[in-house]
């Protein structure tokens, strides 16, 4: 086995696309959908196509990350920082929290931008 570098080496932001399949009910229920996390995914991509930091940071769809509590939609983030590299688990309500991951995920891209 040999080991390969990514092109995208900054970070990487992973969606679970499993979350929005189980757990979401009222008016949330209707935006999301398992459909979202792709359609993020793509708004993201764009965005940071238009930015110049598609080489370097990477957005993806991933099936069940095995954390995503029932209602909450969970990312996992993976990230090269000056301190080394890190992972972490996001976890959030979408019914109470709707733009929480494009908010977290614009700032994400705007601090890598500068």
Known sequence: MKTEM???ADGALMICTKCGARGVTGEARKT???E??????IALKKEMKEK???KNLRVMTSSCLGLCPEGEQ???LLEKT???EK???LVFNPEEEPKALQ???QGWLKERGN
């Open 6 to 8: 990514t092109g995208w």
């Open 32 to 34: 999301w959908t398992p």
């Open 36 to 41: 979202w996390a792709e359609q993020t995914k």
């Open 52 to 54: 110049g930091l598609a």
């Open 74 to 76: 969970t990312v996992l």
């Open 82 to 84: 000056p301190q080394g």
């Open 87 to 89: 992972s972490q688990f």
């Open 103 to 105: 908010d977290f995920a």
